[in-house]
């Protein structure tokens, strides 16, 4: 997905400004999460209906984004 950042914000007066899917209190994180644990993108837009299929792979755009851009230094 190329532009995550149409559906994912990040508000101070949201979820303590953790990155949700816009519109909801729903935070990537959350996504994240279920999708490890096992939960189906039908499973997910069924339990939390304003997250859409869509939404579930801004999520994951998201995280990649951030994880390229993650930088570890290694000490020796």
Same mark, same amino acid.
């Given at each position: 997905m190329k532009n995550w950042q149409?559906?994912?914000?990040i508000d101070q /007066?949201?979820?303590?400004g953790k990155p949700c899917i816009r519109g909801t209190r729903i935070a990537v994180l959350d996504? $994240?999460?279920? %999708? @490890?644990? /096992?939960?189906?993108?039908?499973?997910?837009?069924?339990?939390?209906?304003?997250?859409?299929?869509?939404?579930? $792979?801004?999520? %994951? @755009?998201f995280a990649a984004n951030r994880e390229e851009n993650t930088k570890i230094l290694i000490s020796a």
């Amino acid at each position: 997905m190329k532009n995550w950042q149409e559906r994912i914000s990040i508000d101070q /007066g949201i979820r303590f400004g953790k990155p949700c899917i816009r519109g909801t209190r729903i935070a990537v994180l959350d996504v $994240l999460g279920w %999708l @490890a644990n /096992g939960m189906s993108y039908e499973e997910i837009s069924e339990d939390f209906p304003p997250v859409t299929k869509e939404d579930i $792979l801004a999520a %994951l @755009a998201f995280a990649a984004n951030r994880e390229e851009n993650t930088k570890i230094l290694i000490s020796a």
